[in-house]
């Protein structure tokens, strides 16, 4: 899912994947940079990450024409970083914006907005921008130029592009930014009564609607993604001092998160959330690359990496945090790598529950404990089987002593 992210890139090393890992008490954590692709200056971008964390996509150069610079990629651990091809003459820039859930739909622009799959390759859907998709892969979200001006639109298969307007009346400006899994809900930004300009959130039920403004400092933000659950939209908004980041849900409104750190941190910016809106992830000027739940508030991901699980990232500065996985345990983002060459990467954390999280959502509950209870007994590979008698590795039997161990982490596990 996701959306529009920094614009420089270019990709590389197909075969070989580089790496750092260490391990910590809850397993391994793993760096690992994305590469670019063949020619042109070393650089690469990422835009966005699927939902369950094994696909990224962005752009990167690859000077393979005299006029297109640009070329959208994929990029998956087991084939590394590949471009997506492109469409018609090969004359315009190659974006990939966004990624379904399973990676398997890509979106962005190529000359025309493109949606790529594997078995159709990268297809034009259109003269409009594709800027996000849903987590199911079947809505695509963005703006298309019409008569009226630049239209909050959507796409797919059955009705092609469908324009949604804008909040203001004299001046039409709209966007969709992200959709949620089901493709029932998105997050934009429209053009108010001028000069105001504000983040969207747009539902069948209520239409586009405005989410408010944090006060202070010009009237003006957007809504850069949506929670795979549509329970949470994140992005940035112009407060009293700079930029800065904000979650909103129906039950808090807009939220200012850097208001913890007043003082410290005085330009933020909120660029993905994971998929029930615990974790969101982005740059300050503080941190560079941040990452933010409701306990900690806004972290350094660098040194979350390095101080927390011991990674070694000596030479590397990582500047934004682009996008992160439903779990909240894969981050994307951009950075420079020790050759001082702009370079996306690849944060990948262990399960956060040392045991009981059987479905993998960094909960321990009621549901985990009704999938122990149908897999118990002599069950080779469980999910559920999480340790022996002795308190030890997996023995191939789910029982009392994986009952155990799933009480004794009842509850939220927390980012370390």
């Not at 897999?375 to 997996?394: E, K, R």
Request: glycine share 14%.
């Amino acid at each position: 899912m996701n959306t529009l992210r920094n614009p420089y890139i270019r990709s590389a090393i197909a075969g070989v994947s580089l790496y750092f890992g260490a391990t910590v008490a809850g397993g391994s954590a793993t760096f690992l940079p994305i590469g670019d692709l063949d020619g042109g200056a070393f650089q690469s971008s990422v835009s966005a990450i699927s939902g369950d964390g094994t696909t990224v996509v962005g752009w990167s150069a690859a000077n393979d024409n005299a006029q297109g610079d640009l070329r959208a990629y994929r990029w998956r651990q087991s084939i590394g970083i590949t471009a997506l091809g492109h469409i018609g003459t090969d004359t315009e820039n190659g974006i990939a914006n966004a990624v379904s859930f399973d990676g398997a739909v890509i979106v962005g622009r190529s000359g025309d907005a493109f949606r790529w799959t594997q078995a159709t390759g990268m297809q034009s859907i259109g003269d409009c921008a594709a800027l996000g998709i849903s987590g199911n892969g079947a809505t695509v979200v963005g703006f298309c130029a019409t008569t009226n001006g630049n239209e909050a639109a959507t796409w797919n298969a059955l009705d092609d592009w469908t324009t949604f307007g804008a909040l203001g009346s004299t001046i039409i400006d709209a966007f969709f930014f992200d959709a949620d899994h089901d493709g029932s809900t998105f997050s934009g930004q429209s053009f108010m009564e001028s000069p105001d300009v504000e983040p969207t959130h747009w539902t069948k039920l209520n239409g586009m609607v405005a989410l408010g403004d944090i006060p202070g400092g010009l009237h003006y933000g957007l809504a850069l993604a949506i929670s795979a659950d549509g329970s949470t939209i994140v992005g940035d908004a112009i407060g009293d001092v700079g930029q800065d980041a904000f979650l909103w849900t129906t039950n808090t409104g807009l939220v200012n998160l850097e208001l913890a750190e007043r003082g410290a941190v005085t330009d933020s910016h909120a660029h993905d959330v994971s998929g029930d809106g615990a974790f969101i992830v982005g740059l300050s000027d503080r941190h560079g690359a941040m990452i933010w739940d409701e306990t900690r508030g806004m972290r350094s991901v660098q040194q979350l990496a390095t101080n927390i699980y011991g990674l070694d990232l000596t030479g590397w500065t990582l500047l934004g945090a682009e996008a992160i996985s439903d779990n909240g345990r894969v981050i994307a983002g951009n950075g420079t790598n020790p050759n001082g060459d702009f370079e996306a990467w690849i944060l990948q954390l262990p399960p956060f529950c040392a045991a009981g999280d059987v479905d993998d959502n960094n909960v321990v509950n009621v549901f985990d404990l009704l999938e122990l209870l149908q897999t118990w007994g002599a069950c080779v590979n469980c999910p559920a089987d999480f340790t022996d008698a002795a308190a030890g590795p997996p023995d191939g039997q789910v029982n009392v002593f994986d009952l155990l161990a799933l009480l004794e982490n009842w509850g939220t596990c927390p980012i370390p």
